[in-house]
C-alpha cells in the first residue's frame, strides 16, 4: 500500500498547488461584448472619449446661470426669462444669457451659457404677467403642459442653485483615455453596460480554460443508465462540470473508466495533452484498487503534490502537477468532490484565467445549532439559510443557518444548502448562537 495521508491544510495545499502551475499561454480571443458575461478580458480596456460627451441635467426644470438664482427664497423669489426648450436628443438652437432660462427634460444637454438646472418643483410659470397662479397648481401640471410652459414670458425660481448642481459634466463619469476596465476583470452586467455606452461592442478576452473529467470505478455508470445492484449513476462529472462551466471553464468529459492502471493512465494522458486540467474522481483514497495517485505520478514532473487534505469532507484528495499542468484526484463521494471543487479547482481556474482576486459572496447569519469538530482540521458544513424572525442584529445578521446533517456520498445533503459554513482548525467546534460567515454557493 503506498504511503498515504500526510496532511496538508487546505490554505498550504492550495498555495502548493498554485505555484507549481503555468500560466495560460497568451491566447485571447475576440468576442462580442453582449456574450462576454463572466469572461476575463485579455487587455487593459482605454475610453475613446469621455462619458458624458457633452453636459446633461438630471432632473427636469430650467436650465440656468446659477447666479442669476443666488438669494433665491418662496418669499424673495428669483424672476428668469424663458426663451425656449431643449430639444431632445439634440444640440439647443440658443444660448442662455444673463437673466435667460429654458426647460430642459432630464437627459438634455445643456445650453450653452447655462452651468446648473433648477428643478421644476422649485419653479413657477408667469404666464404672460399673471403673477396671481398658485405654485402647487404649476407643479401638478408642469410636466404635462409643456407647450404652455415654453409660451409663458417668465420663471419665478424660488430655490438658488450652486454652479454644476443637477448638471454632470462632460467626462464626469470616464475620462478620455482613461483605463475603465483592468486587464483580468471579469466582466458583470455593469461592465457590459459601460463598453455598450462607450461604443465598444467587441473586446478581446481570455480563451476558457479546458478541464478534462475523469471518472473511475467499475461500479459508476452513465445517468440515462438503470443501475443495476452494487452500481450507482455518475454524478461527479456533472457536478464538476457545472462548477466548471461557471467558474469560467469548458468541462470535457472522457467518460467512465474501469479500475484498470493502463486504462486509467492513457485516458488521462490523453485528456492531459487535450486540456489545461485534469480532474479524476474517485480512486484517491488508500484502498489497493485506488490508482489515482500512481498514474499522476507517471504523468509528468513533479507528479503528486498534495495527498491527503487535512479538510472533512474531501481528506483523500490528490493534488499534482504535471509538466506545469494541473492535476487533481478527488474523493468519489459527491458532497466531498463539489466541496473540494469550491476549494481547489475554481481557484486553478482563477489563476489560470489571470483574473484578478474578487471576494466571495457571503452573508452573516446566527447558527442553530452546535456544531462539533476535531481540533486541527478544517471542517466545512452545508448550511440551509432562512430569515431570521427578529431582523438584522448589531453585528449585521439577518439570517438563520442551519446545518444540514448527511454523509458525503448524499448529494441532496448539498443541493439543499444554500451556502457553505467553515469551522477553522482552531476550533473545536461552534455553539448555537455564534454569529458566523457563509460562503454562498
Known amino acids: ?15 502548493k498547488l498554485l505555484s507549481a502551475l503555468s500560466a495560460l499561454t497568451p491566447d485571447p480571443e475576440p468576442l462580442a461584448v453582449d456574450f462576454a458575461l463572466g469572461r476575463v478580458t485579455a487587455e487593459d480596456i482605454v475610453a475613446p472619449h469621455p462619458l ?25 423669489p428669483a424672476y428668469l426669462r424663458l426663451i425656449g426648450e431643449v430639444p431632445m436628443g439634440e444640440e439647443p438652437p440658443f ?5 435667460q432660462c429654458a426647460l430642459i427634460h432630464t437627459g438634455g444637454m445643456i445650453p450653452k451659457g447655462a452651468d446648473a ?11 404672460h404677467g399673471d403673477h396671481k397662479e398658485h405654485r402647487e397648481e404649476k407643479q401638478k401640471d408642469s410636466v404635462n ?7 409663458s414670458l417668465e420663471i419665478e425660481i424660488f430655490k438658488s442653485v450652486a ?12 475620462a478620455k483615455d482613461q483605463v475603465v476596465i483592468p486587464k483580468g476583470t471579469t466582466l458583470r452586467p455593469a461592465e457590459i453596460g459601460g463598453l455598450m455606452a462607450l461604443g465598444i461592442t467587441t473586446l478581446r478576452v481570455v480563451r476558457l480554460v479546458k478541464i478534462g473529467l475523469i471518472s473511475t470505478g467499475d461500479e459508476v455508470v452513465e445517468p440515462s443508465q438503470r443501475p443495476r445492484p452494487g452500481q450507482v449513476r455518475d454524478i461527479n462529472s456533472y457536478t464538476l ?28 494522458a490523453k485528456a492531459l495533452i487535450e486540456c489545461d486540467v485534469v480532474i479524476i474522481t474517485a480512486g484517491s483514497s488508500a484502498s489497493t484498487r485506488d490508482m489515482t495517485a500512481d498514474v499522476i505520478r507517471q504523468l509528468g514532473e513533479p507528479g503528486v503534490l498534495v495527498h491527503g487534505i487535512n479538510t472533512r469532507p474531501g481528506k483523500p484528495t490528490i493534488l499534482g502537477a504535471c509538466n506545469g499542468k494541473a492535476v487533481i484526484g478527488l474523493p468519489g463521494n459527491p458532497v466531498s468532490a463539489l466541496v473540494n471543487g469550491y476549494l481547489f479547482v475554481v481557484p486553478v481556474i482563477e489563476k489560470l484565467l489571470g483574473a484578478l482576486p474578487k471576494p466571495k459572496a457571503t452573508v452573516q447569519a446566527k447558527l442553530t445549532v452546535n456544531l462539533p469538530s476535531q481540533a486541527g482540521r478544517e471542517d466545512w458544513w452545508a448550511v440551509k439559510l432562512s430569515p431570521s424572525p427578529s431582523g438584522r442584529g448589531a453585528r449585521g445578521e439577518g439570517w438563520i ?6 454523509k458525503s456520498n448524499l448529494i441532496f445533503t448539498l443541493a439543499a444548502g444554500d451556502g457553505l459554513l467553515k469551522i477553522h482548525p482552531d476550533a473545536t467546534g461552534l455553539s448555537a448562537g455564534e454569529i458566523v460567515e457563509v460562503v454562498l454557493i
Open 241 to 268: 462540470g457545472a462548477l466548471v462551466e461557471k467558474s469560467g471553464g469548458v468541462a470535457i468529459r472522457y467518460g467512465i473508466f474501469g479500475d484498470q492502471f493502463e486504462v486509467l493512465k492513457e485516458a488521462a
Open 1 to 15: 500500500m503506498p504511503e498515504f495521508l500526510t496532511l496538508l491544510p487546505p490554505d498550504q495545499a492550495r498555495d
Open 401 to 406: 443557518a442551519e446545518p444540514i446533517f448527511g
Open 117 to 127: 438646472v433648477v428643478m421644476l418643483e422649485y419653479t413657477q410659470s408667469i404666464h
Open 95 to 99: 444660448e442662455i444669457e444673463s437673466g
Open 52 to 76: 458624458p460627451e457633452f453636459p446633461r441635467t438630471t432632473v427636469d426644470g430650467y436650465a440656468v446661470r446659477a447666479a442669476d438664482t443666488f438669494g433665491a427664497t418662496d418669499s424673495l
Open 145 to 151: 403642459s409643456v407647450s404652455s410652459v415654453v409660451k
Open 163 to 174: 454652479d454644476g448642481e443637477n448638471v454632470i459634466r462632460i467626462g464626469e463619469d470616464v
